[in-house]
């Protein structure tokens, strides 16, 4: 990618980390794709506010945790990527028995913490491998629960680094998608959740404990998890699971460079070694088209996609 100079930020009272020409490899789960023109890892939540009211009006930016619903394409980004895991990490119980968790608290934590003060429903958040941020961004959920089932209130920010609190009825929230309602003031390009309040039910943490233990021992035995992958790469259809659509039109093991469909869970696609962006972004489209021909039913990824394409002989 052909990068501009560094814009200008004001940086003199920040306390984070800015990083220029980042590759995103290091941080997306996929193992792939091309560098961030700049990253900046705030010191926490204080720091993040501070720095978005220095930010450039017309600064790209985007927000990431672990990295794990993410693809981003060979030719990189433009703009400033925000890395929130590690940064916003704050994780507490309130006295109203509510758990607050800041965005970039991984789903797991979430889970042990809440089995920890014997709470109970959250122990599906083990088997996402995202944090807070990216589950609230999506409606992230599996084993039959989602993540907004449980929200009470969330905090957001906006390009200004203007805080605001917002609850369910904010949002038009249904299965892996969550959007300000169109009456809402600010649209959701320009505002990123930073925490969340949530509630769970007082119950037996042992037994909490229990089940997040079984529930790793599937993934372990149902997910290729010893490969790079990001997750589940399509949203279930109505009435049916796009695994077993896949898995259906005989795409099991269907490779594009390092790019695989995972042999132990069709839903998945593996960076077997040295997988590109672009192999990975291509094999989704050919799974969505044989699968569209072969079913007449057309899937739709899950996983987000950003970035420009690398120009064809150019080596960028």
């Not at 930073?194 to 509630?199: D, F, G, P, Q, S």
Request: glycine residues 12%.
């Amino acid at each position: 990618m052909n990068m501009s100079e560094p814009k200008q930020f004001r940086i003199e009272s920040l306390r984070g980390e800015m990083r220029c020409d980042v590759p995103m490899s290091r941080h997306t789960s996929w193992r792939a794709g091309g560098a961030a023109e700049r990253m900046y890892q705030p010191a926490d939540l204080d720091d993040l506010l501070v720095f978005m009211r220095g930010l450039p009006f017309d600064e790209p930016l985007y927000a990431v945790g672990l990295g794990s619903n993410l693809l981003v394409r060979d030719g990189g980004l433009r703009g400033t990527v925000l890395l929130l895991h590690g940064a916003l990490c704050g994780l507490r119980l309130e006295a109203d028995g509510s758990l607050y968790a800041e965005a970039g608290v991984p789903g797991a934590k979430l889970a042990r913490f809440a089995a920890l003060h014997d709470l109970r429903g959250a122990e599906f958040c083990a088997g996402i491998p995202g944090t807070i941020g990216g589950m609230l961004a999506m409606n992230a959920g599996c084993y039959g629960s989602e993540i907004w089932q449980k929200v009470l209130c969330v905090q957001t920010v906006n390009r200004r680094g203007e805080v605001r609190m917002r609850t369910a009825d904010d949002y038009e929230i249904g299965y892996r998608h969550v959007a300000l309602h169109p009456s809402r003031p600010i649209p959701a390009a320009d505002e990123w959740f930073i925490a969340a309040w949530l509630k769970f039910e007082a119950g037996d943490g042992a037994v909490a404990r229990q089940e997040i233990k079984e529930l790793l021992g599937k993934r372990i035995a149902g997910q290729p998890l010893n490969l790079p992958n990001a997750g589940s790469v399509f949203r279930n259809p109505p009435g049916d699971h796009a695994a077993r659509l896949i898995q259906q039109c005989g795409l099991k093991g269907m490779r594009i460079g390092g790019a695989q469909v995972s042999e132990k869970h069709a839903n998945f696609i593996v960076n077997t070694g040295g997988a590109t962006a672009a192999d990975i972004e291509n094999l989704i489209g050919e799974v969505q088209a044989a699968v569209e021909q072969q079913t007449g039913i057309r899937l739709h990824p899950e996983v987000r996609i950003i970035g420009e394409k690398r120009e064809v002989g150019s080596g960028k």
